[in-house]
């Protein structure tokens, strides 16, 4: 899949072959090399061998998988190293790993000697249809989640999906809701892939189905961003279920329920605003909610793992619209596969 600005390859056995392709577009030399303590022992061997062999010499940083890594602290420690190798402008980095280190490899590209380029080698379901496509890197505040970033744009996205088969089945399941989001919002053909064969989703299974819909996930992302880098515009509907999702998360204070699972639910409340508001027909509402229960996702409140409290979600509800001064966009559905974007919405509604 190939965009303005960035190029990246979805395919079996892409975890090989990263070396020469970096070898592609920076000198061989020293290059920073991040990934979590779940992955190294699963693929880091794979990839440092293969740096080696195009003349790379990696120095590794092993970070402590989860979201409580993605701080500034982190990102300093990503530079020391870097001024450990002497890094110049033509040093890359290469993240290894899901949305967390991705993002952390980003940022600290973007952001040391005012740029450096880098590469990313996503291991999650979530990272490969979404966090590896729109260049957006960044980290968390202690007073907000992906507060402080920057748009910087890889120079090279490697998508293996055999990576997922070792990825733990709610994890799988978070990136799923994701990949859910861009049929339901953008994607009609995938939409129907999935509608016929949910059994085929629900878990890595077959890998060539399974490269197929992080294909096409990331090919209908990295359209709708191309629009509209800066996401002013068109790109809001990849927020299809994030308005709610999001108050969800907060609203448990980021633990205890997965992205992808606030998002479900978020999807679910859209849908059903979207029928009661007229946009969509009834019956379309009630096969999409299907969808997202054969493929295993949480559609109410009750079905997640750690109940939100109603009070709390409202809260940081009015919270995003204060943010956004008053007016709400509202991502609707007005048929299936076909997000519409509503401004100047109450978001209270999706309660
Ligand atoms: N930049 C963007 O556009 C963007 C988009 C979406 C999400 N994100 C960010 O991504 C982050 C979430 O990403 P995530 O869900 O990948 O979380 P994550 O990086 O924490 O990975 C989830 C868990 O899976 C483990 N893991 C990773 N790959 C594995 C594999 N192949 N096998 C077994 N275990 C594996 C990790 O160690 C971790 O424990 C959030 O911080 C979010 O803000 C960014
Ligand atoms: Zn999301």
Redesign the pocket.
Known sequence: VTTASDTVLVGRGLLTGTGEALAGISRPGPILLVT?G??AP?YLETVREDLVSAGFRPREAVLP???GT?TLDTVRGLYGELLAIGADRATPVLGL?????T?LAGFAAATFLRGLRWAALP??L??QV??SV?G??GVNLPEG??LVGAFHQPDLVRIDPD??R???PR?YR??LAEAAKTAIALDAELLEALETHPERYRAPGDPEVLATLVGRCVAAKAAVVELDEREAGPRRVLNFGHTLGHAIEAAVGYDGVL?GEAVAVGMAAAIRLSVRQGLLPEQDGERLVGLLRALELPVEVTDLPVRPDGARVRKHLARDKKRRGGKQALVLLAAPGTARILEDQDADELL
């Open positions: 979590d779940n992955v699963l998988p989860g979201e993605k790993g899901g949305g967390v280190v993002d291991t999650t979530l990272a979404d966090a729109g957006k890197t989640k992906n990576t997922l070792t990825l733990e994890q978070s990136g992205h």
